[in-house]
């Protein structure tokens, strides 16, 4: 794992309705993992949502 001189991270704080936040927590009990992996996983999963492929206007 690299180094935290090598890297860099910025912290996040997030307001959740509580029933939002019952979800997280529980999907994160069921599967054994941290909030902020789950958060970090489903940030990555933009990257492809936001791919210069998909902002191109539909064809018609």
């Known amino acids: 794992m690299a180094t935290t001189e090598q890297r860099k ?3 996040l704080n997030v307001r959740l309705p509580l029933s939002e936040m019952a979800i997280l ?3 994160c009990k069921a599967n054994q993992r941290s909030q ?7 940030i ?10 998909n902002n191109l ?3 018609s």
């Open 36 to 42: 902020s992996d789950v958060i970090r996983e489903f």
């Open 44 to 53: 990555r999963s933009l990257s492809a949502a936001v791919s210069p492929s």
């Open 25 to 27: 927590r529980n999907y």
């Open 57 to 59: 206007p539909p064809s």
């Open 9 to 11: 991270v910025e912290h």
